[in-house]
């Protein structure tokens, strides 16, 4: 009797000795046939969304595609991606992009270089040491993204005025929509690159150290990008009325620093335009560049850049207010004054395509506000006078006129007929011929000698 309970004891006590390693087993059974099933969605999903991609002209190439990621995350891998819509070619290195099972929503993407990017036009070509996205988005869109990128380097070609190359040690972007101007489409930005360097700002400023920029932008007109040439997106972003809402913009160089805030956009020459307020110290090199050394000496002096640095902040010396920059029709102007030998290039040309047959506005008209846009701006800085002041010319030269070949003979017999016929002095009068003097071809004839001398032509 004793031995029977004893039995029954341990084979009690054995059940829930093996219960939890049961359970454990049946709950990692579970989830590795949902994470399989959640595996084989995520796969379905990116080929709807590179099919729907494909039928809008957009052709993405990952090259060794691979899923995994178990038993939390799933991991989509690309040995290499790439892009191609029309003339738009992009491509990349490794890349590898991260979501929980429990957070699909939230993408962390890991991508190797060297980017390359080109619109037949412009070329872009990009290295980093470690380059970092993360993506969150909602039901109706995005809701943030965020870049991280080291030791990056970026070269452009084929952007006016000429070829722009920089590199920095650390770079940070982050864009979101805002929430209070949906309506205007608009974005927040902010930027920052630390030890950049920029040798056009090099050549403009002086000096070589590594410069720290930090801002603040909304950008409106900010969504329709549909992957088409740089010019054409930038075309459709202008004529929809986009802009940059300047809220900060910092720069510091060495002893150098500046911060400017306005509102920036393009022209329909394809022109930067618009207008800053600055703050700035240590800036004398900058003016000297720009007004020249005397006046940039004198300048600099006026609005305290020049000479012993000013009260310090935080270790800095104080910014000091400047004239703010107008970019208006092409030119630069430092406050009222134009800043001469300085021309805004177009950063872009359009296409310019005919017409269908059919369409409502002709190519000549569609063309012509832009021409008469050019011809205002260049009679603007034009040296010559205007049409005006030469037909006003014309009219008082006109009057100034020498009379012609039969009033003048007219003139000549009325005022010798009266004293001089049928006389010797007459006849001498009529034979000799005129002094070299009146012998004028010119049209710029003086009032006093065409009434005093008749002209003979």
Known sequence: MDEAASAGTARYSRFWLYTPFVLLFLVVVAWSAAWFVIRGRAGEALDT???????????????????GGYPFRIEVICNSLSLKQGAVTASLGRVESIAQVYQPRFIITEIEGPLQFTDGKVTVQGSWDLLQTSFHAEQNGLRRLSLVAEAPRVTVTGLAPGEIATSGQHLELHLRPNPSRSADKAYDAALSVKQAAIPVLDALVGGSERTDIDSDLTVTQAEGFRGRPVAEELERWRKAGGKFDVLM?????????????????????????????????????????????????????????????????????ALSPLPPIRLENGRLAFGPFVIPNVALPAIYCSPRRRPKSGSGVSWPSEMMPRRIARVRVKRSYSLSPSPQRMARARSAISSLRRPSISSTASLLWRNTSRHMVGSEAAMRVKSRKPPAENLITSDWVTVSRSAAVPTML
Request: charged residues 20%; proline residues 5%.
């Open 49 to 67: 969304w590179l099919a729907t991609e494909a039928s809008a002209g957009r052709q993405w190439t990952c090259q060794d595609r691979a899923i």
């Open 249 to 317: 913009l910092s720069l510091a160089k060495g002893a150098r620093r500046m911060e400017a805030k306005g509102e920036l956009r393009l022209d329909e020459l394809h022109r930067p335009a618009g207008q800053l307020a600055l703050a700035a110290a240590g800036l004398d090199g900058l003016l000297d560049n720009i007004m020249g050394r005397r006046n940039g000496a004198l300048l600099s002096a006026l609005l305290g850049q020049g000479g012993a640095p000013g009260p310090q902040t935080g270790g800095r010396p």
